[in-house]
T-cell receptor
Framework: EPEVTQTPSHQVTQMGQEVILRCVPISNHLYFYWYRQILGQKVEFLVSFYNNEISEKSEIFDDQFSVERPDGSNFTLKIRSTKLEDSAMYFC????????????FGPGTRLTVT | GQNIDQPTEMTATEGAIVQINCTYQTSGFNGLFWYQQHAGEAPTFLSYNVLDGLEEKGRFSSFLSRSKGYSYLLLKELQMKDSASYLCAVRGPIKAAGNKLTFGGGTRVLVKP
């Protein structure tokens, strides 16, 4: 069964450093998303991406964040100048265009900012 | 905006039935999803409702009433492996592209022998 993959599974970084989280969505999907989940809290939407551009973003997704689809398979989330409060599990998801289609989540990257 | 409420925690016995309620107030609605999330893992899709009524899928069923802003997930014949968090998520108005999900806080279900 096709699945969303993410690398790395765990990233530790120092405050102020830049990190890039990588995702490979399911190959025939057209919509891509990033969500995050701070430990013990709800899953929060960050951004959705379609046709090589951002289609929607949340208030969390400020200038510190950017997304890119550098080639036909990868989808990345870059966090510039990380802060302690960026520590969370980051989930990538993808879906096809159907109205009833669910979003498939990757296993997540646990980001720890020290 | 979206506001989604579900109980924090529920406990049930193996073999029993548990019903997890979810209420929502949204500025737009285009479907409600239930996901299962084991600790430290990704959410996995369980069910989808967009019209009123009951959707049954094996041991899991989900119900939706749009006029009441209410859904429930019913888990039957509980097994130990069903111990997990169950997330209610609402999809907002369809935009030209992108269907963001807004999640509730999740209901942690503990199944006891």
């Amino acid at each position: 069964e096709p699945e969303v993959t993410q690398t790395p599974s765990h990233q530790v970084t120092q405050m102020g450093q830049e990190v890039i989280l990588r995702c490979v969505p399911i190959s025939n999907h057209l919509y891509f998303y990033w969500y995050r989940q701070i430990l013990g809290q709800k899953v929060e939407f960050l951004v959705s991406f379609y046709n090589n551009e951002i289609s929607e973003k949340s208030e969390i997704f400020d200038d510190q964040f950017s997304v890119e689809r550098p080639d036909g398979s990868n989808f990345t989330l870059k966090i510039r100048s990380t802060k302690l409060e960026d520590s969370a599990m980051y989930f990538c998801a993808s879906s096809d265009p159907g109205l009833a289609s669910e979003q498939y989540f990757g296993p997540g990257t646990r980001l720890t900012v020290t | 905006g979206q506001n989604i409420d579900q109980p924090t925690e529920m406990t049930a016995t193996e073999g029993a039935i548990v019903q997890i309620n979810c209420t929502y107030q949204t500025s737009g609605f285009n479907g409600l999803f239930w996901y299962q999330q084991h600790a430290g893992e990704a959410p996995t899709f369980l069910s989808y409702n967009v019209l009123d009524g009951l959707e049954e899928k094996g041991r899991f069923s989900s119900f939706l009433s749009r006029s009441k802003g209410y859904s429930y997930l019913l888990l039957k014949e509980l097994q130990m492996k069903d111990s997990a968090s169950y997330l209610c998520a609402v999809r907002g108005p369809i935009k030209a592209a992108g269907n963001k999900l807004t999640f509730g806080g999740g209901t942690r279900v503990l199944v006891k022998p």
